[in-house]
Each structure stands twice: as structure tokens, then as C-alpha cells.
């Protein structure tokens, strides 16, 4: 079984918190399933889950890694000499990120509104890309926009692979077959 979440700014990617912070569970009633991968805490949109382990190392193993997209809104307007540094990859405290796959949009009308949310600064302006990264490294994409000069304000995976988050809104699941 694969179940495709879409997981909520603030969820935990873990079905239990010692300190009572919202988890998978708050959403998902779904026994014997574990999520292939992460999104952090104050990331949101597709999360996968699934019970067979198999499935699970082959979406998550480094070698089989397959491309992750994510919406990103970023704080300032993105040029196209930022864009192509994303696009050839930035260096970072852990070292080059590998080439990415970048387009500058326009704020999706899909977008629901996140809670709470972002910050707004009146007189600095937002702008969206979609990024494609093979890489899973911790909060890389928050890191890569920041190394350009474009830090991250809200990130959303749309996609990972052939899985879309299509029409899921926030907080809701749907399983689909293997």
C-alpha cells in the first residue's frame, strides 16, 4: 500500500512526539505504515507512506533517488543569474549541491493559505520557483535559496517521482495501489 499525504506546516514526520506535538497520527489511522523520507516540521505538502518495506528502501535509497519538486516561495524578487546558480548547483557547509531543475512562477492559484502564516515584510517583495533536486540533504533547499540570496519562507513538495500531490489539501490522504 502507498498512502500520498499531504502533510500540514507544523506535523511531524513520526507517529509519536513526547511533547505532544502534532504527528502523523492526528491525521492518519492507518496501522503498520512508515513514511519513505521527511518533509520537516515547517515544510509542507507530499509525504509517502507505506507499509512494505521493500518499496520503502527502493523510494528511499540514495541510488534510486528519484527527482523531489518543491514550491517555493522565497523572500525577494529571484533574478535569472540566482536562478542559474540553483540551476548548477550551489555550494553549501556540506559541500557542492548537484545541478537543480529551476523555473520562476507565478504564485500558483491553488496555493492554500498556511497556517500560521508566513511573514510579511511590506517592503520586500516574495517571488515562487519550482526546484527539482535529486539530493535529499537536510533542509537543502531552505539552504540552497539562502546561499543565492533568496532565503526560503514556505516550502511545499509537489511531487517525488511519478507520486503528485495533485488536488490533496492539506491534511488529507489518499491510498493508492502499489
Same mark, same amino acid.
Given at each position: 500500500?502507498?498512502?500520498?499525504f499531504?502533510? !500540514?506546516?507544523?506535523?511531524?514526520?513520526?507517529?509519536?512526539?513526547?511533547?505532544?506535538?502534532e504527528?502523523?497520527?492526528?491525521?492518519?489511522?492507518?496501522?503498520?505504515?512508515?513514511?519513505?523520507g521527511?518533509?520537516d516540521?515547517?515544510?509542507?505538502?507530499?509525504l509517502?507512506?507505506?507499509?512494505?518495506?521493500?518499496?520503502?528502501?527502493?523510494?528511499?535509497?540514495?541510488?534510486?533517488?528519484?527527482y523531489?519538486?518543491?514550491?517555493?516561495?522565497?523572500?525577494?524578487?529571484?533574478?535569472?543569474?540566482?536562478?542559474?546558480?540553483?540551476?548548477?548547483?550551489v555550494?553549501?557547509?556540506?559541500?557542492?549541491?548537484?545541478p537543480?531543475?529551476?523555473k520562476?512562477i507565478?504564485? !500558483?492559484?491553488?496555493?492554500?493559505?498556511?497556517v500560521?502564516?508566513?511573514?510579511?515584510?511590506?517592503n520586500i517583495?516574495?517571488?515562487?520557483?519550482?526546484?527539482?533536486?535529486?539530493?535529499?540533504?537536510?533542509?537543502?533547499?531552505?539552504?540552497?535559496?539562502?546561499?543565492?540570496g533568496? !532565503?526560503?519562507?514556505?516550502?511545499?513538495?509537489?511531487?517525488?517521482?511519478?507520486?503528485?500531490?495533485?488536488?490533496?489539501?492539506?491534511?488529507?490522504?489518499?491510498?493508492? !495501489?502499489?
Amino acid at each position: 500500500m502507498i498512502v500520498l499525504f499531504n502533510k !500540514p506546516y507544523g506535523v511531524l514526520c513520526q507517529f509519536t512526539d513526547e511533547d505532544g506535538r502534532e504527528t502523523l497520527k492526528d491525521y492518519i489511522d492507518i496501522p503498520n505504515i512508515y513514511a519513505a523520507g521527511r518533509l520537516d516540521k515547517d515544510s509542507e505538502g507530499l509525504l509517502l507512506l507505506t507499509d512494505d518495506g521493500k518499496l520503502n528502501n527502493k523510494l528511499t535509497n540514495p541510488k534510486n533517488k528519484s527527482y523531489k519538486t518543491y514550491l517555493v516561495q522565497v523572500e525577494n524578487e529571484i533574478s535569472d543569474e540566482q536562478i542559474k546558480q540553483l540551476e548548477q548547483g550551489v555550494m553549501l557547509k556540506d559541500g557542492m549541491t548537484l545541478p537543480a531543475i529551476v523555473k520562476k512562477i507565478e504564485q !500558483p492559484n491553488w496555493l492554500w493559505n498556511r497556517v500560521p502564516p508566513i511573514r510579511e515584510r511590506k517592503n520586500i517583495p516574495t517571488s515562487f520557483i519550482l526546484i527539482s533536486i535529486k539530493e535529499g540533504r537536510n533542509r537543502q533547499v531552505r539552504r540552497m535559496s539562502a546561499a543565492v540570496g533568496c !532565503p526560503t519562507l514556505r516550502l511545499i513538495r509537489t511531487d517525488i517521482g511519478e507520486y503528485k500531490l495533485d488536488n490533496l489539501r492539506s491534511g488529507e490522504y489518499k491510498i493508492i !495501489p502499489k
